[in-house]
């Protein structure tokens, strides 16, 4: 269903794409070519679980940048990035890539289009990671797989089988007991599913042909003139922490990029060697080490409406899961009649 992965942080997506990653995020890539042996690939099977590793403790990652702001650390993240993609670049040789997509100015208005979707989904979760609302942020990337089936209902005009519908019904009324046992709207959670769901749409209308590598670096250079502004003012002002807090929290703020880039990188390598619904499945493990570093590590309240909550959504994965393994497989089972 999800275009991409995670994106970025949390990434990740339901067994269809995203995250685009993401968002951290990078397309999804199809299963293996007929004739592929059915065995699970050794290495496809580690850096997949190394990227969702990585996303899912991300959380941890962004509590050492305090007393650093969620702004200040994402335009940090950008610069970093950009840097860490162009070391990627350089060691794979790959720079004529990012200059083909570079000259394309349709590419590269979806790719703008799509920095600035990454770069809500970037500052929403850090400041969800340095705010004391993980568990927010691990419901908005479960929510992920349910936005992007509604997007294939209002943007792409497909239409759904019952099952899915009603794990669509799961996820709103998910919603709904939130918001009511919260007194207001789970904002973290829905702008972490809107804005990376939106931006596996715009990665999946760039193409396969842009790679995650020459990708990123352009979604980052998009963005990198108005971070570079933001910390020039930061360090004119006095409010920048970068050079203020010791050597380790410079390092540490620099790690960005390597946290950012590398999972991504890990990912694009998984998902070439795995079959689509491995990938699906794996996509879980980041938001339920975010679930369990909010509870668990950092201690954040868990009322009956939050746990109500997080149950309706999780029946509703289920029901898409078993909906997406159902239907795969029924669609294995008519091409081999058919070639029979």
Known sequence: MTPT???????????????????????????????????????????????????????LYFELLKPSGAVEVVAHRVLWSLLFCAVVLSATRTWRAL?????????????????????????????????????????????????????????????????????????????????????????VALTLAGSFGVYGLLKNRVGRSVAAAPGLAAETLALAPAAAVYLLWLT???DGTFATEGTWHALAIAGTGIATALPLL???????????????????????????????VLHETMPPARWWG????????????????????ASVRLRGAGGA
Do not use: C
């Open 5 to 59: 992965p995670p994106a970025a942080d949390g990434a990740p997506t339901a067994p269809s794409p995203a995250s685009p990653a993401p968002a951290a995020g990078a397309p999804l890539a199809s299963a293996p070519a007929a004739g592929a042996t059915s065995s699970l690939d050794p290495r496809g099977l580690a850096t997949g679980l190394g990227a969702y590793l990585l996303w899912g403790v991300l959380p």
């Open 99 to 187: 200059g083909v997509v570079l000259r394309s100015p349709r590419t590269m208005g979806l790719i703008g289009a799509a920095a600035v979707l990454l770069a809500v989904n970037w500052l929403t979760f850090v400041f969800a990671a340095l705010s004391g609302h993980v568990v927010d942020a691990a419901l908005g990337y479960f929510i992920n797989p349910l936005v992007t089936v509604a997007l294939a209902v209002l943007v792409l005009r497909e239409k759904l089988r019952r099952t899915q519908w009603v794990a669509l019904g799961f996820g709103v009324a998910a919603v709904v007991v939130i918001t009511v046992g919260y007194g207001r709207l789970p904002w």
């Open 310 to 329: 997080f149950g309706l959504v999780w029946v509703a994965l289920v029901l898409l899961t078993v909906d997406g393994v159902r239907t795969r497989r």
């Open 266 to 296: 890990l990912f694009g390598e998984s998902a070439r060697r795995l079959p689509l619904s491995v990938v699906g499945m794996l996509q879980y493990l980041a938001p339920v080490l975010q679930f369990g570093i909010g509870v668990l």
């Open 236 to 238: 004119t002002t006095g």
